[in-house]
Antibody, heavy 125, light 109 residues
Framework: QVQLQESGPGLVKPSQTLSLTCTVSGGSISSGDYYWSWIRQPPGKGLEWIGYIYYSGSTYYNPSLKSRVTISVDTSKNQFSLKLSSVTAADTAVYYC?????????????????WGQGTLVTVSS | SYVLTQPPSVSVAPGQTARITCGGNNIGSKSVHWYQQKPGQAPVLVVYDDSDRPSGIPERFSGSNSGNTATLTISRVEAGDEADYYCQVWDSSSDHHVVFGGGTKLTVL
C-alpha cells in the first residue's frame, strides 16, 4: 500500500519561500508511469493543481504558478519537494502531495490514486 | 485554458439518486475522474476514466461522459455520502496540465 506524507513548516512569512517535502513509502518513486504531484486547497475553497514531476526530473507546472514554483525529486530518499517563492496570504492553503498515475487508453490521462493527508501552510507575519 | 463547471450544491434525500454534473467543452473526448472529499480529509478517488471504480468503492457510485457533460451518479444515497465532489481531467492540449472542477457540495437531507 503506497503512502505519502507531507512535511514542512506550517507558518511562512510573506515574501519568503514555502518549502515542503513529500515522503513516499510502500513503493519506489522511480517505478512505473507516475507523476509525483502537489495540489493545494485554500480554506473553504476547491482543489488547485500546482504541478508534478516524473522520476527522471521532467516537470510540469500550473501556468498560473509557474514563475514561482519548483518541484524536485530525490530518488535516493524516495522523496519529492515543493518550493513556492514570494508567497502572499493568497498562498495559505492545505498542501497535498499525491501520486498521479499516467495511462493511455482511448485517451491519455493522469489520475490521482494516492494522496497524503495534507498539511496546512499559513502565510502570515 | 480548459474549464470545468460544477454546480455548487446538490441536495438529495436518503435512498434517492444524486447526480452531479461536470461541464466542459467536448468533455466527452476526455477521461474524467471524480473525487470525494469529506471535511478535514484528503480527497478519495471514487470514479476514474469516466465510469470505472477503484477497488473498495461501492457499486452505488457510477459515472458517464458524453458531449459537453460528465455525470457522477450516486444511487441509494446514504448519510455517509455527504461530502464535496470534484471532477478532474488531464488537458493534453496544454502541456500535461491538470484541471479540477470547482467542486459540488452534496447534502443528504
Amino acid at each position: 500500500q503506497v503512502q505519502l506524507q507531507e512535511s514542512g513548516p506550517g507558518l511562512v512569512k510573506p515574501s519568503q519561500t514555502l518549502s515542503l517535502t513529500c515522503t513516499v513509502s510502500g513503493g519506489s518513486i522511480s517505478s512505473g508511469d507516475y507523476y509525483w504531484s502537489w495540489i493545494r486547497q485554500p480554506p473553504g475553497k476547491g482543489l488547485e493543481w500546482i504541478g508534478y514531476i516524473y522520476y527522471s526530473g521532467s516537470t510540469y507546472y500550473n501556468p498560473s504558478l509557474k514563475s514561482r514554483v519548483t518541484i524536485s525529486v530525490d530518488t535516493s530518499k524516495n522523496q519529492f519537494s515543493l518550493k513556492l517563492s514570494s508567497v502572499t496570504a493568497a498562498d495559505t492553503a492545505v498542501y497535498y502531495c499525491a501520486r498521479g498515475a499516467y495511462y493511455c487508453g482511448g485517451d491519455c490521462s493522469t489520475v490521482f490514486d494516492y494522496w497524503g493527508q495534507g498539511t496546512l501552510v499559513t502565510v502570515s507575519s | 485554458s480548459y474549464v470545468l463547471t460544477q454546480p455548487p450544491s446538490v441536495s438529495v434525500a436518503p435512498g434517492q439518486t444524486a447526480r452531479i454534473t461536470c461541464g466542459g467543452n467536448n468533455i466527452g473526448s476526455k477521461s474524467v475522474h471524480w473525487y470525494q472529499q469529506k471535511p478535514g480529509q484528503a480527497p478519495v478517488l471514487v470514479v476514474y476514466d469516466d465510469s470505472d471504480r477503484p477497488s473498495g468503492i461501492p457499486e452505488r457510485f457510477s459515472g458517464s461522459n458524453s458531449g459537453n457533460t460528465a455525470t457522477l451518479t450516486i444511487s441509494r444515497v446514504e448519510a455517509g455520502d455527504e461530502a464535496d465532489y470534484y471532477c478532474q481531467v488531464w488537458d493534453s492540449s496544454s502541456d500535461h496540465h491538470v484541471v479540477f472542477g470547482g467542486g459540488t457540495k452534496l447534502t443528504v437531507l
